[in-house]
């Protein structure tokens, strides 16, 4: 399975971006996909996860009421809406895939290269 992204670029604050990531060569059905981010210095952190059929999506406290995940199963992509930038959600975004939709790390099987979001104050 290969995860491409896009999307990502250079924004200012209070700005909004739009990430994709679709899946290719994906022949499994029934996880979750979700999203990760690394800033320089830090840790990967959790950001969003949704569910198969996009009832139940998870998201990281700092980004609750800002972002927004769901999915298309129909062309393999799931899509990160991220409102109201703020210079500390400046990082690389990963895609992620074949999960339990949890925010733990290990529990996902499939990573994109990332996507490197900037954000300007």
């Known amino acids: 399975v290969e995860l491409r992204e896009s999307g990502g670029g250079s924004v200012q604050a209070g700005e909004s971006l739009r990430l994709s990531c679709t899946a290719f060569g994906r022949t499994f059905t029934g996880w979750a996909m979700g999203w990760f981010r690394q800033a320089p210095g830090k840790e990967r952190e959790f950001v969003a996860a949704?569910?198969?059929?996009?009832?139940?999506?998870t998201y990281a406290d700092s980004v609750k009421g800002r972002f927004t995940i769901s999915r298309d199963n129909s062309k393999n992509t799931q899509y990160l809406q991220m409102n109201n930038l703020k210079a500390e959600d400046a990082a690389i975004y990963y895609c992620?895939?074949?999960?339990?939709?949890?925010?733990?790390?290990?529990?996902?099987?499939?990573w994109g290269q990332g996507t490197q979001v900037t954000v300007s104050s």
């Open positions: 992620v895939d074949n999960g339990d939709g949890s925010s733990r790390i290990e529990e996902y099987d499939y």
């Open positions: 949704i569910n198969w059929s996009g009832h139940t999506t």
